[in-house]
């Protein structure tokens, strides 16, 4: 077991307090015993000038299954359906496992040293398996039925349930899921193609979906119009995750803010930037609270599965919004929305775990006001 140290940085982001300057974290036991002006014992590691200490990330959205690709796929045009036909192809090939997938992923350095927590969506044909690791695996497994007959008679175990998106998933499934009671994570106003198909029944999401099934029906399957008509369902449920939410309307995402405390939008930045989507809200979704987490989303659309390279993003991608608040999307915010508070996850405080982001920054001084 290793001796009780003590972890300075220029800057140490607890998420429980303001940011502190020039302070040390004392470690026992892997876990945080103390933060103090002066190190508390003997044996010291200092991060040097300009390092940050963040706690360590909660990543809310990943598809862990696919970790055995070694790129994003290769889709010109980068559209939904041309992509889904290639992550089709990729499942069906001799190279797909989904349970070593999951066990790869939980093994890869840049995750274990960035995250402390992955909400992961399963397939419903693999197994729950959940091998060991200093990660947390929060799974949600993805349920697709487009049609009644297709709902499966009983729910899986697991963390929570996926209704995959609304071109897959029938009210009847929705309405089944949402009776259990358990978090629920969906993706939606993913595309400007789902808004399409919702709003006129056309494009090329029917299409796809024709070509799965010449009998898919958009009358039956489809709950509303809009994103709208899922989000008032969805909010019957004690913990949903819109994922992605890339073209939720004001309206739409004032009815997000007015839920913060059960829904909470979960923004995937590289992945988002590979679809070539049109500028993500975030600016507007915190002006107007809603409550926004960070997630990878899978390696078929992004290169790795590090959460600070989506924070390092984020800061890029969008200048006006502070560093602190995009800390706290990748930290507290996660650990908040799925109920990890309690264990000392998404904070630095006496009885955390000893687990860190340590990030660089080149420009020291700054950091304005924690929210
Ligand atoms: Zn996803």
């Not at 399409?196 to 009998?215: I, S, Y």
């Amino acid at each position: 077991m290793e001796h009780p140290f003590s972890l300075g940085a220029q800057w140490i982001f607890s998420m429980v307090g303001l940011p502190l300057e020039n302070h040390w974290i004392n470690i026992a036991d892997g876990s945080v015993e103390s933060l103090t002006a002066q190190p508390a014992y003997p044996s010291t590691r200092h991060l040097g000038v300009e390092s940050i200490i963040l706690p360590a990330a909660v990543n809310a959205h990943a598809h862990l299954e696919l970790s055995q690709l070694e790129s994003p796929l290769e889709v010109p045009s980068r559209s939904m359906s041309d992509w889904v036909t290639a992550l089709l192809a990729f499942r069906r090939s001799p190279a797909y496992d989904a349970e070593k997938g999951i066990q790869q992923a939980l093994c890869r350095p840049e995750l274990l040293e960035s995250t402390i927590a992955v909400a992961d969506i399963v397939p419903l044909a693999s197994s729950v398996c959940n091998p060991p690791s200093a990660v947390r695996r929060l799974s949600f497994t993805e349920l697709i039925a487009w049609r009644k007959e297709l709902v499966p008679e009983t729910m899986p175990p697991g963390f929570g349930l996926s209704p995959h998106a609304p071109h897959t998933v029938c009210p009847t499934l929705l309405e089944t899921i949402i009776d259990q009671d358990v978090p629920i994570a969906m993706h939606l106003a993913e595309t400007l193609e789902e808004l399409q198909l919702l709003r006129h029944h056309t494009g090329p999401l029917l299409e796809m979906m024709r070509r799965a099934d010449p009998d898919y029906d958009p009358k039956s399957t489809l709950l509303g119009k809009r994103p709208m008509d899922y989000l008032q369902l969805l909010s019957a449920a004690p913990n949903v995750f819109i994922i992605h939410g890339n073209y939720l309307d004001d309206e739409e995402l004032r009815f997000l803010a007015a839920h913060r405390e059960t829904m909470s939008v979960v923004y995937c930045p590289r992945s988002h930037a590979y679809f070539r989507h049109a500028p993500y809200p975030l600016q507007k979704m915190l002006d107007y609270g809603v409550r926004v987490l960070l997630g990878t989303d899978s390696l078929a659309s992004v290169p790795d599965l590090s959460l600070v390279e989506e924070m390092r993003f984020v800061l890029q991608q969008h200048p006006s919004v502070l560093p602190e608040i995009v800390y706290r999307m990748g930290t507290f915010e996660g650990a908040s929305a799925f109920r990890l508070l309690h264990e000392g996850f998404g904070g630095i405080q006496s009885g955390s775990p000893a687990r860190f982001v340590i990030l660089r920054r080149s420009r020291p001084t700054g950091f304005g006001k924690m929210q």
